[in-house]
């Protein structure tokens, strides 16, 4: 079946540091949608992406999608403490069903 | 607030039992997906529900069950519960049938079997 890899599954950064999250299909997507997860919270919408090639930034966060539409990556610039959480990537190839990544765990360093 | 509300938030309960856990989508929204996430993994997938149809399955067992009722509230069911059946039970809500756009999460179930 269809498989969702994210690397990596911790990542421990300074504040002010970058970061950027992998998420790779094991088939072509026909989109991909992120989401953050904060400690004792729920998933919440970030973003979607359809098209190959996609790029899109909302403030500090950049989201693409690679030319195959088989992966897709998250970098935020200049992390902040509020960026704490777990990053999600869901890929959905046909039929309605998304599948999730294992996630990246972000945490942040004052 | 996403606006899907869960009841229980917490559930703890003994191997072999039954429980029922509740989910009503966002106001509008025709679809429901049930999710497992247990600790410090990612969420899998159970089953999803379209306007009171099963639309799509994935890895739900056969001690677990659904339905969507015609008020569009759903409910999950947990049968002959293990221990490692213990985790965190999201429901999420989108207009969309077919998974386009995004899901709203509610703020999920925690149970534990002892």
């Known amino acids: 079946g269809q498989q969702v890899m994210q690397i990596p599954q911790y990542q421990h950064v300074q504040e002010g540091e970058d970061f950027t999250t992998y998420c790779n299909s094991s088939t072509t997507l026909s989109n991909i949608q992120w989401y953050k997860q904060r400690p004792g919270g729920h998933p919440v919408f970030l973003i979607q992406l359809v098209k190959s090639g996609e790029v899109k930034k909302q403030k500090r966060l950049t989201f693409q999608f690679g030319e195959a539409k088989k992966n897709s990556s998250l970098h935020i610039t200049a992390t902040q403490t509020t960026d704490v959480g777990t990053y999600f990537c869901?890929?959905?190839?046909?039929?309605?069903?998304?599948?999730f990544g294992e996630g990246t765990q972000l945490t942040v360093n004052p | 607030d996403s606006g899907v509300t869960q009841t229980p938030k917490h559930l703890i309960t003994a191997t072999g039992q039954r429980v029922t856990l509740r989910c009503s989508p966002r106001?509008?929204?025709?679809?429901v997906y049930w999710y497992q996430q247990s600790l410090d993994q990612g969420l899998q997938f159970l089953i999803q529900?379209?306007?009171?149809?099963?639309?799509a399955k994935g890895n739900i067992l056969e001690r677990f069950s659904a339905q969507q009722f015609p008020d569009l509230h759903s409910e999950l069911n947990l049968s002959s519960l293990e221990l490692g059946d213990s985790a965190l039970y999201f429901c999420?809500?989108?207009?969309?049938?077919?998974?386009?756009?995004?899901?709203?999460f509610g703020p999920g179930t925690r149970l534990t079997v002892t």
């Open positions: 106001s509008g929204d025709l679809s």
């Open positions: 869901a890929g959905r190839t046909s039929g309605s069903r998304l599948t």
């Open positions: 999420a809500s989108s207009y969309s049938g077919q998974g386009l756009g995004e899901q709203y």
């Open positions: 529900y379209y306007n009171g149809e099963e639309r």
